[in-house]
Nanobody, 118 residues
Framework: QVQLVESGGGLVQPGGSLRLSCAAS????????MAWYRQAPGKPRELVAG???????TYADSALGRFTISRDNAKSTVTLQMNTLKPEDTAVYYC????????????WGQGTQVPVSS
């Protein structure tokens, strides 16, 4: 069974930084596109950043210039470095994986809380 294990969430002050990590099984990771989503209270889940197998990245406008997504295919991990955090970044952050081969299965991590508050 595929598992995505997230770590790194927690309370951070405005202007601070946080690094989220997501670990996946090795065989699974070698054929997937990865992404981070977030869901704030009362709002729909939204894409924060995505990274394809070969490294092409995509960012939400709100994340551009502040967040960086990266992946280490040797360690089967994807990381989201978040800088200059704002209160509006407060959300539960979810790791997401989509297989590149049929049936293009979609997997989610359990979520990690990121409150941004002074």
């Amino acid at each position: 069974q595929v598992q995505l294990v997230e770590s790194g969430g927690g309370l951070v002050q405005p202007g601070g930084s946080l690094r989220l990590s997501c670990a996946a099984s090795t065989l699974f990771f070698s054929n997937t596109d990865m992404a981070w989503y977030r869901q704030a209270p009362g709002k729909p889940r939204e894409l924060v950043a995505g990274i394809e197998l070969l490294g092409t990245t995509t960012y939400a406008d709100s994340a551009l210039g502040r967040f960086t997504i990266s992946r280490d295919n040797a360690k089967s991990t994807v990381t989201l470095q978040m800088n200059t955090l704002k209160p509006e970044d407060t959300a539960v952050y979810y790791c997401n994986a989509v297989e590149r081969l049929y049936p293009f299965s979609n997997y989610w991590g359990q979520g990690t809380q990121v409150p941004v508050s002074s």
